[in-house]
């Protein structure tokens, strides 16, 4: 566990969600939301960088990975409760404004927060995935995404993804990860998929998924987007798409080459760029005209 990390547990709407809290300043922290296969053990690193920044952070597992908050009904897993989690948590926080920041699924999570919530977002990091219309117009239009998102569809199947991605010791997801998340971050993500209910909660998020949850608004607060041009997963066909999906003031950074896993693999540009937003609009500031 890194210096000053510490865990708890928060209770939204009856679920109990694990977070890693990092001390940090007197202004507005930040809220790390992680993607699939993974934990909030994804953000480990870039919360480091941040403290030491002076920036606290509250990385939660979310629903379906903590194991007070796996209900079993798909329909639980809609992103609009995936997003009241959000807005419960920082209630429950005692926070009326936030940096949010989210990475694969956690981005559209958080790009959804932020649409729907924006005088609760104080400045949104995006990593990886893009705006969440951009990125359904890509998967129509853009053969190159349209095979690349091929898994999504075999996730949503009943029991097959489970068997194989649990099947010979989870070998799928490690040779997923690569050699680019450090080994202590693939124990901890495996420890909690693997434990009983967790995978079928987690690929649960693909299952109930929407048409509807593609409509989501443009986001008007401070945007900052990532992605790596080596993503085996999201191409470059929706990337170009998402400044179209924000109205407020936009910042794009593109990685050369590097993997999908941008928090692990590039820690310090992920933090510098949330280092930036807050540094533009800090705690208390005038929201920018929308």
């Known amino acids: 566990m890194p210096r000053d990390e ?3 547990t928060v209770t939204v709407g009856g679920l109990g ?3 890693r809290s990092r001390p940090g300043g007197e202004g507005d922290p930040v ?3 992680h ?8 953000w480990s690193t870039v919360a480091d960088l941040l403290a030491t920044a002076g920036i606290a952070s509250y990385a939660p597992d979310q629903r379906g990975y903590s194991p007070g908050a796996r209900p079993t009904d798909i329909a639980d897993y809609r992103l609009q409760e995936l997003v009241g989690d959000i807005v419960g948590l920082c209630d429950e926080f005692g926070l009326e404004r936030v940096h949010l920041a989210g990475h694969d699924w956690g981005a559209i999570v958080a790009w959804a927060v932020a649409a729907a919530h924006p005088e609760r977002v104080t400045t ?8 969440p219309a951009a990125f359904a117009w890509a998967r129509e239009n853009d053969p190159d995404q349209r095979e690349r998102s091929g898994y999504m569809e075999f996730f949503a199947k009943p029991d097959e993804p489970e068997q194989a991605l649990l099947a010979d010791d989870c070998v799928a997801l490690r040779l997923g990860f690569g050699d680019v998340v450090p080994a202590d971050a693939v124990a901890e993500h ?4 693997t434990a009983p209910g967790a995978m079928t909660a987690a690929l649960n998020w693909y299952r109930a998924m929407d048409p509807a949850d593609q409509e989501i608004a443009d986001v008007t607060v401070p945007t900052t987007f990532i992605w790596s041009s080596g993503d085996i997963a999201i191409r470059r066909a929706g990337v170009e798409r998402c400044g179209q999906h924000v109205s407020g003031p936009y910042r794009y950074i593109e990685i050369p080459d590097g993997s999908h896993w941008v928090p692990e693999e590039f ?11 807050i540094e533009a609009y800090p705690s208390g500031a005038p929201l920018p005209p929308r």
């Open 17 to 19: 969600f694990d977070v």
């Open 190 to 193: 495996l420890r909690v998929l």
């Open 267 to 277: 820690p310090s540009v992920v933090a510098d760029a949330i280092t930036v937003q």
């Open 35 to 42: 993607g699939f296969p993974e934990t909030s053990a994804s």
């Open 6 to 8: 510490s865990n708890s």
């Open 31 to 33: 809220i790390l939301l």
């Open 124 to 131: 949104l990091t995006a990593v990886s995935v893009p705006h």
